[in-house]
């Protein structure tokens, strides 16, 4: 158990670039959410549902993250800053699975008015951008990334990536696609519409910036020191 939340932290580290140690990432509220949410899950599928719905209210309010106690869940997601993340009751979410700030798998209803699945699939290693919506019963494949504000509503082909409302497919450099990890769900490109990704393209922009003044002052500090020229008398 011990070794399993050692992974989980290690997984959670490399995909985000804020935390210095694993402390850090033990206050994250993803990390609780998907925490107690695996205790509601354990108390659903034995039939406790009050009790269910209790931790799930109660993780709610401490985290801003809701999580129906139905939701089937892998290992290692990863959701980051989490308010206003909503995942349904049939909603079935992979391994290594990346969710940012206010993303919804939500549910459609169902016309032949019986429940069964209304809510999406994710498969292994996808990223959901922030502000995504992602409704009905669709399956978005392995390493598929769904952009920033995207409103995806039918199948999302294997290591797609989609944007706009409703989300279309966007060509991908096969360089960024060999890439472990992207943060925020997509790479800085021209190809990506800016009405729809203007937060992923600040956030973007603000890393190179960052990057590029930590190179200067890596350069500032391993220049030698200059000589001071003296007048002549």
Known sequence: MFNGLIAYLDSIKARDPA???????????????VGMHRIAHWLFEADLFFLARFVNHLSRWLTGIDIHPGAQIGRH?????????????????????????DVTLGGTDPANGIGGKRHPTLCDDVIVGSGAQILGPVTVNTRARVGANAVVTKDVPEGAVMVGIPARSTLLDA????????????????????ATQKLE????????????IAELMAERDDAPPRKGSRKSA
């Open 19 to 33: 935390p210095r140690t694993r402390w850090e990432i033990l206050l994250y509220p993803g990390l609780l959410a």
């Open 77 to 101: 997601l990863f959701i980051d800053h989490g308010f206003g993340v909503v995942i349904g009751e049939t909603a079935e979410i992979g391994d290594n699975v990346s969710i940012y700030q």
């Open 175 to 194: 360089t960024e696609y060999a890439r472990e990890f992207v943060p925020y769900g997509t790479p800085c490109c021209e190809t990506f519409d800016p």
């Open 201 to 212: 393209l600040l956030q973007c922009q603000l890393e190179q910036m960052q990057k590029q």
